[in-house]
């Protein structure tokens, strides 16, 4: 008998399409129903073999389903949740994908009934592509994720949630929701602003009568393909980690403004013990 | 016959020893000797035949060369012109591949003697590797060169530089120190201070009990890898762009406060709009 009877995703994209290939991979899903707004992508789905069924109504849609994870964006998943609390089974456990965690599980919790459970969660998992096309069996492979308790979460809904994505292949990470959203305005957050606000720097750069964006080399591309990621998505996580992202902002300026004075007084020793200090970080994470 | 007879190459590295497997594979070039302090690199240069003797004087390793090219790090290169410009045959050709151009050009042109030339150049290419037997004879295809002539630059020696990068599989692009080294203090050494200062921030990041950069993911270490970089290379390049440096990091540190701005004000549209704005130049160049 699989682990959860009926899983419902709500998202069908690379996110949810993918933990659902995943569970089923293990066998520890019964059925799979998808929730989502787009028909078009929803029978696409079923095609695949990514849910076995779709609902366009998300409160008809989670009826009878033991495990709901929402892979929707940040801004949404609150006011999803107020709208599938009163056709909740008994007993059935809310997850979601969301990279912002304070504002979700801070407005989740209350939404939920009484005897019905939530847990915060937060796979550290992507790809540059999107939609059901995009999800894989293997995503989770390898990677982190983040689960976010509280003292109000259930213990039991916790584990349950933890095995699914140690099923899916991750280690599972629990972390207070505060400390979450800290370390994903930095490694994140921050890098995605940085990104954006170099590439509208560079190219909107005017000394010259051309665009010297063209000139860019590898290099750059590299390092600003980032700043190709989704504007509404990243619109949406900066207004909801506002705060962390503002702290993160102001200690990376902070730093910056630091090697600015290093460079503006030709300061040779300390820009070398900058480089090095940073070159020393960096290579301790590959 | 070869259009050059003897090269010599000054720093036979990735750069220098690229080019020289590069001209010879042409046939474009006679001799090639390399000049260097490391006498183990030389050698190895010789068994990988990038060179065909070396000599770990420059003044003597120069003698009867038609054209040197100086591969050195950029603080070093006139140093060496002032050493080797006695020693330089008539009509001898010298150039370089700094990636600064301004400060190198205005203090090796006066150092020329009558008869002699200097072309300033920055071939924009290169690998995470260093040293000879990192060179490779296909490095600078399908790249750029940049070549800065001045008033004073000769026409002939211009087109014959122009013409070796051009048969090493190079576009050449003319362009003034000036605006040489705003370009690539744009493209290239700002997103470098910018990865180190994001590196030390996030690496200092000191909230918690332990560093948060263990928890990032493959975005953040390819966002970053330029921090890897070579400390004293970068020290020396923001010390000789220091002008243009400057001027890039005030640009980009504009343009971050306006979305630390957009951000605190909670804007939306205006964050849909920076991000949007920023994706639209980024998928230009790619």
């Known amino acids: ?6 899983l419902a995703i709500i998202g069908v994209g690379l996110i949810g399409g993918s933990l659902a290939l995943a569970l089923r991979r293990q066998g520890m899903v019964g059925e799979v129903v998808g929730i989502g ?3 078009a992508n929803l029978r696409r789905g079923v095609e695949l073999g990514v849910i076995d069924r779709y609902s366009l109504d998300p409160c008809e849609g989670v009826r009878g389903a033991d495990l709901i994870f929402i892979a929707t964006p940040v801004c949404t998943i609150a006011g999803i949740i107020a709208r599938i609390a009163p056709f909740l089974s008994p007993g059935a456990i809310v997850t979601d994908g969301g990279s912002v965690k ?3 599980v801070a407005a989740s919790e209350p939404l939920m009934p009484s005897g019905t459970f939530f847990v915060g969660g937060h796979p550290i998992a992507g790809t540059e592509h999107s939609g059901v096309e ?6 989770y492979e390898n990677r982190r994720c983040i689960l976010t308790p509280t003292p109000q979460t259930d213990p039991t809904a916790l584990a349950l949630v933890s095995r699914i994505w140690e099923a899916a292949g ?8 505060h400390k979450h959203d800290r370390v994903l ?3 994140s957050h921050l890098p995605h602003m940085v990104a954006y606000s170099l590439v509208n720097a560079v190219g909107g750069y005017d000394r010259f009568d051309e665009s010297i964006l063209r000139y860019s080399a590898g290099g750059f591309r590299d390092f600003t393909r980032i700043a190709s990621s989704d504007p509404v998505m990243w619109r949406d996580i900066a207004l909801m980690n506002r705060e962390a992202l503002l702290e993160m902002m102001d200690f990376f300026a902070d730093s910056l403004s630091h090697l600015r004075r290093l460079v503006a007084a030709g300061e040779s020793d ?3 013990r900058f480089f090095a200090d940073s070159k020393e970080l960096r290579d301790g994470i590959d």
Chains 1, 2 share one sequence.
């Open 270 to 272: 300390g820009l070398e």
């Open 185 to 187: 305005a930095a490694i």
């Open 170 to 177: 991750s280690q599972v990470v629990l972390m207070d929701v």
């Open 134 to 139: 995009a999800a894989f069996a293997d995503l």
């Open 1 to 6: 008998m699989p682990l959860i009877n009926r």
């Open 37 to 39: 707004r787009g028909e």
């Open 102 to 104: 304070e504002e979700i």
